[in-house]
T-cell receptor, first 113, second 109 residues
């Protein structure tokens, strides 16, 4: 596709439920990033992949958060036992290399009730 | 202290005005600085990036970096209602982008 695609666009989860958020990066982009954006705030880094290797997961807020990119293309961010504080927009970005030209998807808005 | 500080606004200006958006940062090692525009319920869209100090111009947009004062600016000339959005400044450290909180801009006709 022409841009980074994320699905679903909106997700409502009951507290304690597991969720999976999908990211389709721009074809050929080596680097893939996940960010979390709370209301009225800038995006906060969660994790970074180079191809299939997860090189940095220092931003994942707890061990309930898990991300994978098994074939170096599509990535999935999984949140187990969701809590209300997990409610946010989850953004995926990809780049050919480096961070000066990273392209973001439209995000998945997660609401935990 | 956050690594990148940005006034959240909102900033409301009439159409045609010159807009000045600003950020400060704390780490003098930062070299690249980006400006993103984010429309409501959309992902951030890269407007431009600059390296080190100096100016960079792209159409109605000019990005400016002053490393001596750790200050970055985005100027928008002849602002249009379609410029109404949140503007995010960012820099990066190794493998992660570091964003400001974003400034919400409203350009009214």
């Amino acid at each position: 596709g022409a841009g980074v695609s994320q699905s679903p666009r909106y997700k409502v989860a009951k507290r304690g439920q597991d969720v999976a958020l999908r990211c389709d990066p721009i074809s050929g982009h080596v680097s893939l990033f996940w960010y979390q954006q709370a209301l009225g705030q800038g995006p906060e880094f969660l994790t970074y992949f180079q191809n299939e290797a997860q090189l940095d997961k220092s931003g994942l807020p707890s061990d309930r958060f898990f991300a994978e990119r098994p074939e170096g293309s599509v990535s999935t961010l999984k949140i187990q036992r969701t809590q209300q504080e997990d409610s946010a927009v989850y953004l995926c970005a990809s780049s050919l290399e480096g961070l000066t030209e990273a392209f973001f998807g439209q995000g998945t808005r997660l609401t935990v009730v | 202290q956050k690594e990148v500080e940005q006034d959240p606004g909102p900033l409301s200006v009439p159409e045609g005005a010159i807009v000045s958006l600003n950020c400060t940062y704390s780490n003098s090692a930062f070299q690249y600085f980006m400006w993103y525009r984010q429309y409501s319920r959309k992902g951030p869209e890269l407007l431009m990036y600059t390296y080190s100090s100096g100016n960079k111009e792209d159409g109605r947009f000019t990005a400016q970096v002053d490393k001596s004062s750790k200050y970055i600016s985005l100027f928008i000339r002849d602002s249009q209602p379609s410029d109404s959005a949140t503007y995010l400044c960012a820099t990066y450290n190794t493998d992660k982008l570091i964003f400001g909180t974003g400034t919400r801009l409203q350009v009214f006709p």
